[in-house]
């Protein structure tokens, strides 16, 4: 049997790099008779071929199989580096494990050594111990010496006395900031604490230390920057960590004053706070609805560890754009104390132990989505197991982060939809189209989605039922039991869990106080938007059914900005005849009695599908055959559409819209196909606009204005295809917000552009309907603005509360802006 002896160790080594730590155990290997020197060569060889490094600071340098020859006798040997040698792509390795094989007696050993590869505090024992018996022990697979036997293990660099951050020690905040301070340096930083060694740079691995508020603890640092980074490290828990005395997620001591009037957007609660984005206004107050608890369902296997890493950091790089956008949002609301954990969040994302642990297992042969989970889990039920509640409690963040990183891995998500039968706050993964056509808004009090964004179908469906709603708050939502109390406040964005009574009065106070708002501006609804400075901007409607405009119109809508002809054409066997079209808009026509109306033709495709059409599949329907281009290969339903719509137009004042037009060939052919059914008819000209809804036709805008009346910017469509950004996909979606000041400086060149040319411009996008958004248009010069049903007293009574100058002086100023929530946080502040 192989048994590792004092000889064949070798401690506190140092090497220029790679090539040089090799040569170093190779001369080992030949000083100890194992293979002669020409093995040396053969083991440079195979780095070229395939990098030995196997994880957590290890590596496994070997020849090629042709180089057996060499091999004396079998036998392996250890070379150790303290100060880390790069092993390629940033993989530090502290242990070279040299091996010569001429028979299997060395495979039991390596079996002992994958043994402490997830023990990161026995790696790091093994990288700095100046007794060799611990190394044997391990790979030898014998007890370790005691302790009174063994040399100390030896901390390279001077060491500082600190003590944990008080009250709550070393839980996700303070570590969040211990880690970010420890990756300014090269130097490897180390907190000992209770007989355990934490990689300051890990913030699992410190999490684990379970160090309680104000045990004294151990820092050290080894590397060329030890000292200073030593420095920074002692001024950091100087300051506690940045630490504000609550743990993050945790109930802040209940205050025993009288709560003041709260104010809608203003997050001030006791409660865990699970932070999103605001799609719809509006505070709620019930109980927990699953409506779909995904299952995440993942392969163990997988046969190309390569593509499988890919896979596996495109989620972690997805993840952490998909956090950073939610921190940058909840800081410019909560400010950076309550942002903090969504910080630790991006910190756990980064955790160099956890990824290294994952490539360990996927190079093992697990599938990216399994090493992954099986990793964060692992570490999670260690966190779990922590005596102090708060450090206990920072399992859950980090199954939230791997959930987030699993979703996007997954080989599939499923779930079984359940819909309630009482008032509650519904909680789902997201909601399409046909799952909203099934709820009962009697009965949801609110809406809490996990992804989702400002644009996605949740949010525009949550706004015309008037239903406070929040996107984008992450998986860690689809965890909360059925029947936990919660607070939904679609106006900040928040949903509260567990709120305490002083979370209950404020969220009744500001309830009323909402409920107050909308009845004033109910009364007022009927009154034109005319600004304080006298200039006026239309409010409109957006409908989709016949029975619709008649509500437009005792909701307050000056008229239909927006009819989607293509809901008439959806969940049917066949396309709707020539004169079950015209029945329907004439409906509309006369039940607006002279009030304007815009009929968008047929817009199908992308995320609406048409069965009986038999459309060919395509890998990307967004930018394939819809919207006009539909109509232009299936010609018969355009026109048959046409003479439907100029029939209505002989009842009332009808407009006509085009979708998706990107060119202006495509409108000249759109108008021409017009114009030959208008004659044909014999039927009276008509207003002509077109949609613009892609960077093409804003570009172009200039040259489409000579050719039409009107444009009627579509924001939803306008923002993904700006972005690059699919709105319903599972990690991007929330960062597709069309006040993303890209889409605001397109819709700015389309206004500029219209107006030189003698075309008005509208909006009747998701952004129109936002308050925010609202302000923004009409400083853009939008001259109407077509919006949900019960969004319109609102709207009207926003725009009647400002001066269009201020307005202009805002939204030039958004235009400046970096992202999407400077300019939430912008108007917010301004309003």
């Known amino acids: 049997m192989l048994n590792l002896a004092e000889r064949h160790i070798r401690l506190g080594c140092t090497a220029k790099d790679k090539n040089e730590a090799i040569r170093l155990t190779g001369q080992l290997l030949v000083e100890n008779g194992f293979v002669e020197p020409g093995y040396v060569d053969s083991i440079l060889e195979r780095e070229k071929i395939a990098n030995t490094y196997l994880g957590n600071g290890i590596a496994i340098p070997h020849g090629l199989p042709q180089a057996r020859g060499f091999v004396l006798n079998t036998g392996i040997v250890v070379v150790q580096f303290p100060q880390g040698v790069d092993w390629g792509n940033g ?23 994958t043994g402490v590869l997830g023990d990161s505090d026995a790696t790091t024992r093994l990288a700095h111990t100046t007794d060799p018996r611990q190394i044997m022990a391990v790979l030898n697979g014998t007890p370790a010496p005691d302790a009174a036997e063994a040399a100390p293990v030896v901390v390279v660099g001077a060491g500082i006395a600190v003590f944990a951050p008080t009250p709550h020690g070393l839980h996700a905040r303070p570590v969040s900031a211990l880690v970010e301070i420890a990756k300014r340096f090269q130097a490897t930083i180390r907190v000992h604490y209770d007989g355990k060694t934490a990689n300051a740079k890990s913030m699992v691995s410190l999490l684990k230390l379970g160090a309680s508020g104000g045990v004294p603890l151990t820092v050290t640092a080894d590397g060329v920057d030890a000292a200073e980074a030593l420095v920074e490290v002692q001024a950091g828990f100087a ?452 949609m613009i809804e892609v960077p093409s036709a804003v570009m172009m805008a200039d040259r489409l204005a000579r050719e039409v009346s009107f444009f009627s910017i579509g924001t939803n469509d306008l923002t993904q295809y700006v972005l690059a950004m699919d709105r319903q996909h599972p990690v991007l979606a929330p960062q597709a917000d069309g006040l993303h000041p890209a889409v605001l400086r397109m819709i700015a060149l389309t206004v500029e552009a219209a107006t030189r040319n003698g075309a008005w411009v509208g909006a009747c996008g998701g952004v129109a309907g936002d308050p925010a958004g609202a302000v923004l248009l009409a400083g853009l010069g939008v001259k109407e603005l077509s919006v949900s049903i019960p969004s319109l007293a609102a709207v009207k009574a926003r725009l009647r509360g400002l001066a269009m100058s201020d307005a202009e002086a805002l939204a030039h100023r958004a235009l400046d802006c970096a992202n999407a929530a400077e300019v939430r946080a912008l108007v917010q502040g301004a309003l």
């Not at 530090?92 to 299997?104: L, P, R, W």
């Not at 109980?287 to 392969?299: A, C, G, Y």
């Not at 390569?306 to 998909?322: K, M, S």
């Open 91 to 113: 993989e530090m390795t502290h242990i070279a494990v040299g091996i010569a094989a001429k028979s299997d007696e060395h495979l039991l050993v390596l079996a002992n050594l």
């Open 239 to 690: 300051a506690n960590l940045g630490d504000d005395g609550q743990a993050a997620g945790e109930p802040a001591t209940p205050a025993a004053t009288t709560p003041a009037a709260p104010v809608t957007g203003r997050i001030d609660y006791d409660g865990r706070i699970i932070a999103g984005i605001s799609v719809s206004p509006g505070v709620a107050t019930g109980s927990v609805w699953l409506f779909q608890r995904e299952r995440i369902q993942v392969t163990k296997t997988a046969v190309d560890p390569e593509v499988q890493r890919r896979h596996l950091r495109e989620a972690l790089a997805g993840a952490t754009v998909d956090l950073k956008n939610l921190y940058e949002e909840f800081w410019k609301k909560a400010g950076a104390a309550k942002a903090g954990i969504f910080k630790a969040h991006l910190e756990l994302l980064d955790d160099p132990e956890l990824l290294v642990d994952s490539e360990h297992r996927i190079n093992q042969g697990d599938s990216a989505a399994w090493a992954w989970q099986q990793a964060y889990e692992e570490r999670a039920d260690l966190l779990a197991r922590l005596n102090d509640p708060v450090l206990a409690g920072r399992a859950a963040d980090l199954r939230d982060v791997g959930r987030r990183v699993l979703r996007t891995l997954a080989d599939s998500v499923t779930g079984a939809a359940t819909f309630p039968s009482h008032p509650v706050i519904l909680v789902a993964e997201d909601l399409s189209p046909s799952d909203t056509a099934r709820l009962d808004p009697r009965q949801v009090l609110g809406l809490c989605m996990a992804a989702g964004g400002t644009t996605s179908h949740s949010a525009i469906i949550a706004r015309s039922l008037d239903i406070p709603a929040v996107v984008a708050a992450g998986p860690s939502v689809l965890d909360l039991a059925v029947g936990t109390p919660v607070i939904l406040n679609g106006d900040a964005g928040v949903l509260v869990v567990n709120p305490t009574d002083r979370d209950r009065g404020n969220a009744e106070l500001l309830r009323q106080q909402v409920a107050e708002r909308r009845d004033a501006e109910r009364l007022e609804r009927y009154q034109p938007a005319i600004t304080r400075d006298g200039k006026r901007v239309e409010v409109v409607a957006n409908i989709s059914a016949a029975d619709e405009a008649e509500k437009a119109v005792e909701a307050g809508a000056e008229g239909v900005g927006l009819m989607r002809t293509e809901f008439l054409f959806l969940q049917r066997d066949n396309p709707p005849s020539e004169d079950e079209q015209a029945a329907s808009y004439i409906t509309m026509v006369k039940a607006l009695n002279g009030l304007p109306i815009i009929l968008r033709t047929l817009d199908i495709g992308g995320d609406k599908k048409v069965p009986y059409l038999s459309l060919p599949a395509e890998e990307n329907p967004f930018l394939g055959v819809r919207g006009i281009r539909l109509c232009f290969e299936r010609e018969d339903l355009f026109r048959t559409q046409l003479r439907a719509i100029f029939r209505a137009a002989a009842c009332g004042p009808v407009r006509l819209m085009f979708p998706m037009i990107a060119t202006v060939e495509e409108l000249i052919r759109a108008k021409a196909i017009t114009e030959a059914v208008r004659v044909e008819m014999a039927a009276a000209p008509i207003e002509i606009g077109i």
